[in-house]
């Protein structure tokens, strides 16, 4: 099920676009949910396997349009200091100065500056990521997972993507050179979200 808008195949001379009333009613404002929610990374390590981990304090909300796409929008908020990679020196050392700086900078932010549609279930939210004080370009590709009305009477709906950055790029350059040649981290970062949001309720 596409979220957002359908072309109508009926022939006519005028394209136009047809609006499916099930995702015109997603419409609204969404709180993400922490605890049914993950935003993690996956890194090169030593030139020969991957380290994963995740923020386990983030925050944020989705605006979604489910009749004009371009109107919907997102913005994130992860703690730094909630990183957990399941080895506490290595977490320790990620929230230092080496890396995140997470005293100085305690948060990791998006907020987007566009939506659009990629073909069926798959979308691009493009924004701005600021890591460090440094803020660049990223987009995110995501698929739609769909929406339902939990056991609490919730209605939620479900994103999951991710996104290929360069670590350098927001300043964390820390490294060491390996012996057999290579370094210790690589420069490149996969971003990973899995996202279950719940739409806040029509103000009054």
Same mark, same amino acid.
């Given at each position: 099920?596409?979220?957002?808008?359908?072309?109508?195949?009926?022939?006519?001379?005028?394209?136009?676009?047809?609006?499916?009333?099930?995702?015109?009613?997603?419409?609204?404002?969404?709180?993400?949910?922490?605890?049914?929610?993950?935003?993690?990374?996956?890194?090169?390590?030593?030139?020969?396997?991957?380290?994963?981990?995740?923020?386990?304090?983030?925050?944020?909300? +989705?605006?979604?349009? $489910? !009749? /004009?796409?371009?109107?919907?929008?997102?913005?994130?908020?992860?703690?730094?200091? *909630?990183? %957990?990679?399941?080895?506490?020196?290595?977490?320790?050392?990620?929230?230092?100065?080496?890396?995140?700086?997470?005293?100085?900078?305690?948060?990791?932010?998006?907020?987007?500056?566009?939506?659009?549609?990629?073909?069926?279930?798959?979308?691009?939210?493009?924004?701005?990521?600021?890591?460090?004080?440094?803020?660049?370009?990223?987009?995110?590709? +995501?698929?739609?997972? $769909? !929406? /339902?009305?939990?056991?609490?009477?919730?209605?939620?709906?479900?994103?999951?993507? *991710?996104? %290929?950055?360069?670590?350098?790029?927001?300043?964390?350059?820390?490294?060491?050179?390996?012996?057999?040649?290579?370094?210790?981290?690589?420069?490149?970062?996969?971003?990973?979200?899995?996202?279950?949001?719940?739409?806040?309720?029509?103000?009054?």
């Amino acid at each position: 099920m596409a979220l957002f808008n359908r072309k109508n195949n009926t022939p006519s001379t005028t394209a136009t676009l047809a609006v499916d009333p099930a995702l015109a009613a997603l419409t609204g404002r969404y709180t993400i949910d922490p605890a049914h929610s993950s935003i993690g990374f996956t890194v090169r390590h030593a030139m020969v396997t991957n380290v994963r981990g995740s923020f386990g304090e983030h925050e944020g909300t +989705l605006v979604l349009d $489910g !009749s /004009a796409p371009s109107n919907s929008s997102a913005s994130i908020d992860v703690k730094i200091a *909630s990183v %957990d990679t399941g080895i506490a020196d290595r977490d320790g050392h990620l929230v230092s100065g080496d890396f995140f700086d997470a005293e100085k900078f305690p948060l990791m932010s998006f907020r987007s500056t566009q939506a659009e549609q990629l073909g069926g279930d798959t979308y691009r939210v493009t924004g701005d990521l600021t890591i460090k004080d440094v803020t660049r370009p990223l987009s995110i590709d +995501l698929e739609f997972n $769909g !929406s /339902a009305t939990d056991v609490y009477g919730n209605e939620r709906v479900g994103f999951e993507g *991710s996104a %290929d950055i360069l670590r350098s790029d927001w300043g964390l350059t820390w490294n060491a050179a390996l012996e057999t040649g290579g370094v210790m981290v690589s420069d490149k970062v996969k971003l990973n979200f899995d996202i279950s949001a719940i739409k806040a309720a029509p103000q009054a």
